[in-house]
């Protein structure tokens, strides 16, 4: 079975800064790859998603990521925080000849006034 | 508008009584899946199905049951034999998974158990 890490489950950054939210997987065989976010009591939102086309991948709200086969890493960055941002942030990935998901256990980001 | 319906948002329960939350989506999708969320845990797979009648157990499903009569939906029980059964849960849907189609996980907004 897959599985994913996210380093750092609590991650705070300045009103402004630069976001980087790291994400890790195992496989052999790149998959597909998923960041979510998550806002309090609520479901999951797709961020953005890497299907094999472009490594470096433009999603929602400014968030962008980038696949390195190499380092097997899918991470999440953001330029210029915004206090909107603050929420639990979610990578996922999926074998492309399957239809289950492995979630890493997520990075609570908080964006400091 | 599109999308998944869960119900109830929060729900109490005694030690020793089922529970069933609903699932229903819209979206037309064919896989619908139950996820468990507990702090520092990330998402835990209860079960998921990939077509009508049919469901496969995931990662944590002692303790829980579904059924899939319809397309659209997807209730999961939650039996008194789960020990711990206080959590969020959060059901998901996708498309089949197909040749060029990566199939994204679409969410519902969750339900959120809490044992008295």
């Known amino acids: 079975a897959q599985s994913v890490t996210q380093l750092g489950s609590h991650v705070s950054v300045s009103e402004g800064a630069l976001v980087l939210l790291r994400c890790n997987y195992s496989?052999?065989?790149?998959?597909?790859l998923f960041w979510y976010v998550q806002y309090p009591n609520q479901g999951l939102q797709l961020l953005l998603k890497y299907t094999s086309a472009a490594t470096l991948v433009k999603g929602i709200n400014g968030f962008e990521a980038e696949f390195k086969k190499s380092e097997t890493s899918f991470h999440l960055t953001k330029p210029s925080a915004h206090m909107s941002d603050a929420a639990e942030y979610f990578c996922?990935?999926?074998?492309?000849?399957?239809?289950?998901?492995?979630f890493g256990t997520g990075t609570s980001l908080t964006v400091i006034p | 508008d599109g999308g998944i319906t869960q119900s109830p948002k929060y729900l109490f329960r005694k030690e020793g009584q089922n529970v069933t939350l609903s699932c229903e989506q819209n979206?037309?999708?064919?896989?619908m899946y139950w996820y468990r969320q507990d702090p520092g845990q990330g998402l835990r797979l209860i079960y998921y199905?990939?077509?009508?009648?049919?469901?496969q157990k995931g990662d944590i499903a002692e303790g829980y049951s579904v059924s899939r009569e319809k397309k659209e939906s997807f209730p999961l029980t939650v039996t008194s034999a789960q020990k711990n059964p206080t959590a969020f849960y959060l059901c998901a849907s996708s498309i089949e998974r197909r040749q060029g189609y990566t199939g994204e996980l679409f969410f519902g907004e969750g339900s959120r158990l809490t044992v008295l």
């Open positions: 996922a990935v999926s074998e492309r000849s399957g239809n289950q998901f492995y």
């Open positions: 979206l037309n999708h064919d896989a």
């Open positions: 199905s990939q077509i009508v009648n049919d469901f």
């Open positions: 496989s052999s065989v790149p998959p597909y």
